[in-house]
Each structure stands twice: as C-alpha cells, then as structure tokens.
C-alpha cells in the first residue's frame, strides 16, 4: 500500500491518495497502533475534504470513530459517527448510514443506554431491510442472538411496535 500511495502521490490522484491513506490506517488499527491510524486517517479526511469527497469524508469520519471506540473513548467515537451520519444523510449513503447508525448503537449499547440502542438498531434495521444491506442485517440477526431475541424477527417485530406507538401519537 506504500508503494501504491508513493505512485498516487507522484501523479496527483487526490482520490486514491485518500482512500489508500484509508486503508493504511486499518492496518495500523488491526494491529493497535492507534495514534499511527489515527494520523493516516486524518491525512486521508483531510484530502477528502480539499477535494469535496463527501462518500469518503463519511467513511473516514466512521473509521476514525472506531479507532476512538477501541481506545474506550466512546464520547469522541460517538461524535464522529454523528458526523459522519449527518454527512451520509445528506448524500443520500443509504449502506453507510446504515453500518454508521450500527456503529452508533453498539456505543448506546456498551454504555447501558439500552433503550436509545434498540431504537438505533431498530432504525439501522430499518433501512438495511429497505436497501438488502446484507452485512448489516447479518449483524443485526447476530446481536439479536446476543440479546436473546431470534434474529431478524426481533427486529422486525420492534420495528412494528415503534410504527403502531407512532401512528397512536399522531
């Protein structure tokens, strides 16, 4: 990946610089050395940025987020996965909203912010189903299992309590 940024570099591809800057930081975060991915990342965001790469701003701002959440800082992690979703709501990103919104409620959820997680989840799910986002629905039928529901049904059946409680208060 450093002999492909050094090439992006010398013929100026400001897209694939980011993204390859990207995509060293997972390296660097798959082996712990967050503040090296932290560093590409913000390399990357910012060249994002420069070149008005919204998809890749709001990836990078996810990615960035995870980086927080490993290190146990879930306030920090939480406000760029808020940043990021703003960003993807925006562009209409309907796949990155929906992994940015899971990312969101797995932080509620580790924080016993039990009920703000469920309505996370259950948006997430939400919109996964709508758009066939396969890993998010397959992470979703997983965490049911962890919360002791039965996979995509518990989500659904959530999703149709929130619709009747919302039809009720209109």
Not at 6 to 22: F, H, R, V, Y
Not at 41 to 70: H, M
Not at 124 to 150: D, M, P, S
Request: contains cysteine; negative net charge.
């Amino acid at each position: 990946m450093q002999q492909s940024l050094d090439i992006q570099k010398a013929i100026g591809d400001k897209p694939g610089e980011g993204t390859t800057l990207n995509n060293i930081s997972q390296v660097y975060q798959a082996q712990g050395d967050y503040d090296t991915a932290l560093d590409y990342l913000q390399q990357s965001l910012a060249i994002l940025k420069a070149i008005g790469d919204k998809q890749g701003e709001g990836t990078t701002l996810n990615n960035i987020s995870q980086v927080y959440k490993a290190q146990g800082d879930y306030e920090t992690a939480l406000d760029y996965l808020q940043q990021s979703l703003a960003i993807r709501k925006a562009i209409g990103d309907w796949p990155g909203m929906c992994a940015t919104l899971f990312n969101i409620g797995r932080i509620q959820l580790q924080h016993e912010q039990t009920q703000a997680a469920i309505g996370t989840f259950v948006s997430a799910y939400q919109l996964a189903k709508r758009i066939n986002h396969f890993q998010v629905l397959e992470a979703l039928t997983g965490l049911a299992k962890q919360l002791g529901g039965e996979g995509l049904s518990m989500w659904e059946g959530l999703l149709q309590q929130s619709l009747a409680s919302e039809e009720h208060t209109e």
